[in-house]
C-alpha cells in the first residue's frame, strides 16, 4: 500500500474510532502530508521501507526552518501516532519512530486580561444588534471559559435560559453543560429578543449569525474582535482563547476549586488545568512585592 493510501487509512480511523474533531483531523492530514512529500523526495512510497534515520532526518529539516519547538513536538506525535497504529494493525513490525525525543519545551504561561481591561472590553454600548450579537458573544466566552470553536457552533438548542445553562461539544466530541452567569444571561436574553432581525430568507440553527444571515465564522469573530480592542484601547494581540485563559485565571484567584475549572474548560487531564495555578501562583508574588509593608525600597 502506497503511503498516501496509509495517511488516508489512519486518517479515517483517528476521525472515527477516536472521535478526533475535523480540525483535528486537518492538522494530522497536514502534518503527515509533510511527512509524506519528505519521504518521497527520498525515494520512500512505503511506510515499511521507512528507517530510524528517515525520521531524524525529517526532524532535522523541521528544526531548520526555525519552527517553534511546539510545532516541532506536534509533528513528532503525530508521526508517532501513525507507525504506532500500523503496528497495531499488523502491518509493521517494528516501530521505527519508537524512540524518536521531543524537544524540550519551555512552559509559557498563557496570556490573561485584568478585571479591569474585560471590564472594558465587555462594556459595550448596545444599539444595532451586531452591538447585542457581540456583548452575548464576548460575555459569553469570558463568563464560561468556552473555546471560540465551541462558541461559534452553539445552536438555539443549546441555550437554556431556564437553567441557566449552555450545552457544548468539547475536544472529542465530548459533551458538556456549563453554567451561566447573570451577565451572560442578560446578554443572551437580549440578543435572542433580536436575533431575527439578523436572520435573511435562508434560517440557520447556529446561535450567532453575521450580517448575511449566516452562522459568524472564526474569521468574522476575530475581525469582530480587533475592531472592539481597537475602540476600548486594548492590546489587539487578545484572543479568543485569552478571555478563556482570564475566565479560568479568575476563578481561580477567587478560590474556586480547580476540578470545578477543571470540569469547566472540558479538560480531560487536571494538569492542563494546573498552568492556572502557576499564574495565580505568579499575582500573589506580585503583590506581596508590591504590598508588603517590609518590601525593600527602592
Not at 7 to 36: G, R
Amino acid at each position: 500500500m502506497k503511503i498516501g493510501k496509509q495517511i488516508e487509512e489512519y486518517l479515517d480511523y483517528v476521525v472515527v474510532e477516536q472521535n478526533l474533531t475535523l480540525n483535528t483531523k486537518n492538522s494530522y492530514q497536514n502534518e503527515l502530508n509533510k511527512y509524506m512529500r519528505f519521504l518521497v523526495r527520498r525515494g520512500i512510497w512505503d511506510i515499511e521501507k521507512i528507517k530510524y534515520e528517515d525520521i531524524t532526518d525529517y526532524l532535522k529539516e523541521l528544526d531548520s526552518l526555525d519552527l517553534k519547538p511546539q510545532s516541532i513536538a506536534h509533528s513528532i506525535t503525530v508521526v508517532r501516532n501513525f507507525h504506532k497504529y500500523f503496528v497495531k494493525t499488523g502491518d509493521l513490525e517494528k516501530d521505527v519512530s519508537k524512540n524518536i525525543d521531543h524537544p524540550k519545551l519551555r512552559k509559557q504561561l498563557p496570556a490573561t486580561l485584568s478585571v479591569e481591561d474585560v471590564d472594558r472590553l465587555l462594556n459595550i454600548e448596545t444599539i444595532t444588534p451586531f452591538d447585542y450579537r457581540n456583548k452575548a458573544m464576548l460575555e459569553l466566552l469570558y463568563g464560561t471559559g468556552l473555546r471560540i470553536s465551541e462558541l461559534l457552533s452553539l445552536t438555539l438548542n443549546d441555550v437554556d435560559l431556564i437553567n441557566c445553562t449552555i450545552r457544548c461539544m468539547g475536544k472529542g466530541r465530548k459533551e458538556r453543560i456549563v453554567p451561566i452567569n447573570d451577565f451572560v444571561i442578560d446578554s443572551l436574553s437580549k440578543y435572542l429578543e433580536i436575533r431575527n432581525q439578523l436572520e435573511k430568507k435562508e434560517r440557520y440553527d447556529q446561535l450567532f449569525l453575521n450580517n448575511h444571515g449566516k452562522p459568524i465564522t472564526r474569521q468574522g469573530f476575530f475581525k469582530t474582535l480587533k475592531k472592539l480592542l481597537l475602540e476600548k484601547g486594548l492590546n489587539s494581540n487578545v484572543s479568543p482563547h485569552t478571555l478563556r485563559h482570564s475566565f479560568a485565571t479568575h476563578l481561580l484567584e477567587n478560590g474556586a476549586d480547580l476540578r470545578v475549572i477543571q470540569e469547566m474548560l472540558g479538560h480531560s487531564d487536571i494538569a492542563t488545568t494546573r498552568i492556572y495555578t502557576h499564574i495565580s501562583n505568579k499575582k500573589v508574588k506580585e503583590d506581596y512585592e508590591e504590598f508588603h509593608p517590609r518590601k525593600d525600597d527602592e
